[in-house]
């Protein structure tokens, strides 16, 4: 059976969004090729046609994953700075993120995987997420703010996502928001 150009590359992003939810959901080393392929409604050895090997889909995932978090830093519709920081904060720092780890970013739910991968995918890692700082950078003024935004933006994440009462996970996004807000404008001022 032929498939029209670009059916492979089409699939392969498919594979990738499908694997990446679930990875995010219930961790990827965690989750088998079994059901990563199941999630994305193709059979095991399909993967095969797309990826070497479990590690090397982990690679491209963190690749593909990274690049869809950052594109939301820098798709963030808001022109003023105060206006851009607010979006930011209300839509990382949201219930909804915290809930939905399969919907959000990919580094409060993989990034100590990431640690604990191969070099190669510690490279890819690092490659995408210094694009997207770069990025950042511009918006807040220093790749120091920028790098210290997205840390507390991951670390708050995390600890929300780790104890199960939502009061106190509404406590921690909030004291983080304000945190974050006070400390970039400490951080305009000098």
Known sequence: MRYKPGHKEEKRKALL???????????????????????????SGAFYGHFASKTE??????ESEVQASCAMWQNNPQESI???ID??????????HIKHPEAGCVLPA?????????????AVFERE?????????LRLGSSELAW????????????????????????????????????????AVK
């Open 17 to 43: 969004k499908a694997s990446g939810s679930l990875a995010k959901q219930n961790g990827f080393a965690a989750t088998g090729v079994d059901a990563l392929m199941q999630t994305a409604g193709v059979t």
């Open 57 to 62: 889909l982990f690679a491209a995932l963190i």
């Open 82 to 84: 105060d206006a851009w």
């Open 87 to 96: 979006y930011t904060l209300n839509q990382y720092l949201g219930m909804r």
């Open 110 to 122: 993989l990034l100590p995987e990431i640690g604990r991968a191969d070099d190669t995918t510690k």
């Open 129 to 137: 997420i210094l694009k997207g700082l770069d990025a950042l950078a």
């Open 148 to 187: 210290g935004f997205v840390s507390q933006l991951i670390g708050a994440v995390q600890l929300a996502r780790a104890v199960p009462d939502d009061a106190t996970q509404e406590k921690i996004m909030a004291a983080s928001k304000r945190f974050l807000k006070a400390a970039l404008d400490q951080a």
